[in-house]
């Protein structure tokens, strides 16, 4: 097989493959809470941070564990004070 006809073959592979479109997820119903919600502490926030794994997949937000943990900010005040719950 000449290369024209392999890279042709490989083109149409990935351009197949690349323009699936799969079925996400429903995102899952909570009830709505009502009365006073409990304040998230910094102790929490830098715990769940020291859980997430680098590396990983992103979640829904699209940002990757290696940005929260990254040396040059420090996010666990903003995400705790944030007005995100």
């Known amino acids: ?10 083109h149409g592979y990935f351009e197949e493959i690349s323009n699936v479109e799969f079925d996400h997820p429903a995102i899952p119903f909570a009830s709505p809470v009502y009365g006073p919600v409990q304040k998230i502490r910094v102790s929490e926030t830098e715990a769940a941070l020291r859980k997430m794994k680098s590396g990983k997949a992103t979640g829904p937000d699209d940002l990757p564990a290696d940005l929260w943990k990254s040396k040059g900010w420090c996010p666990t005040d903003w995400l705790t004070e944030s007005a995100l719950w």
């Open 1 to 10: 097989m000449d290369r024209r006809r392999a890279v042709k073959r490989w």
